[in-house]
């Protein structure tokens, strides 16, 4: 069974930083792409980055954001600066084969997310 269970969320100042974790199981995510995304209240689902082949990053967090990956630990990390009020969101991992999938936000595996809020 797989499972994608984010970590590291919380509350942060605006201007600070956050890491987030995503620990992958039930198999091998070395051949997956693997990314993150969020959800502010009110708004729709947006990716702001994944790995898989290449490196993609929305335009609101690039500069900002870092994301990295170890394969042999199945893990996917978010490294997040300079936080903006903006920012806050429920925050999720998810895998594919295809990064195409995470592109479409439509990826075959999900995290059950977790919250990050930024204050002004």
């Known amino acids: 069974q797989v499972q994608l269970v984010e970590s590291g969320g919380g509350l942060v100042q605006a201007g600070g930083s956050l890491r987030l974790s995503c620990a992958a199981s039930?198999?091998?995510?070395?051949?997956?792409?693997m990314g993150w995304f969020r959800q502010a209240p009110g708004k729709e689902r947006e990716a702001i980055s994944w790995?898989?082949?290449?490196?993609w990053y929305a335009d609101s967090v690039k500069g900002r954001f870092t994301i990295s990956r170890d394969n042999a630990k199945n893990t996917v990390d978010l490294q997040m600066n300079s936080l903006k009020s903006e920012d806050t969101a429920v925050y999720y991992c998810?895998?594919?084969?295809?990064?195409?999938?995470?592109?479409?936000?439509?990826?075959?595996?999900w995290g059950q997310g977790t919250q990050v809020t930024v204050s002004s």
């Open positions: 998810a895998a594919d084969r295809a990064w195409r999938a995470l592109a479409d936000i439509m990826p075959a595996y």
């Open positions: 039930g198999r091998t995510f070395s051949n997956y792409a």
């Open positions: 790995s898989g082949g290449s490196i």
